[in-house]
């Protein structure tokens, strides 16, 4: 069974950069993935994703702020956020595209002054 584990979270003030990763057990090649987040009292979303090829697609809110990549051979996915605000604050997970693994236990990102 794939497991996932996800890092780098903490707290950061508006304005600020913070980058996850992600460890995958498995193989992610030929694997889309992706990058979710829930928010208190909010319905998990998705927030970034990447094809096999590279290609990726974002969250309107994110768009221009945040960036997901890759790295097959390390079987690694990571969310580069910059310009971080307080909406954003929320537990984040990534998974497979559609999330078909079970989940990790997320990263906990908070942006607040």
């Known amino acids: 069974q794939v497991q996932l584990v996800e890092s780098g979270g903490g707290l950061v003030q508006p304005g600020g950069s913070l980058r996850l990763s992600c460890t995958v057990s498995?193989?992610?090649?030929?694997?889309?993935m992706a990058w979710y987040r829930q928010a208190p009292g909010k319905q998990r979303e998705l927030v970034a994703r990447?094809?096999?090829?590279?290609?990726?697609m974002y969250l309107d809110s994110v768009k221009g702020r945040f960036t997901i990549s890759r790295d097959n051979v390390n079987g690694a996915v990571y969310l580069q956020m910059d310009r971080l605000k307080p909406e954003d604050t929320a537990v984040y997970y990534c998974?497979?595209?559609?999330?078909?693994?079970?989940w990790g236990q997320g990263t906990q990102v908070t942006v607040s002054s």
């Open positions: 498995g193989t992610i090649f030929g694997i889309y």
């Open positions: 998974n497979n595209y559609p999330s078909t693994w079970s």
């Open positions: 990447i094809t096999t090829g590279r290609s990726t």
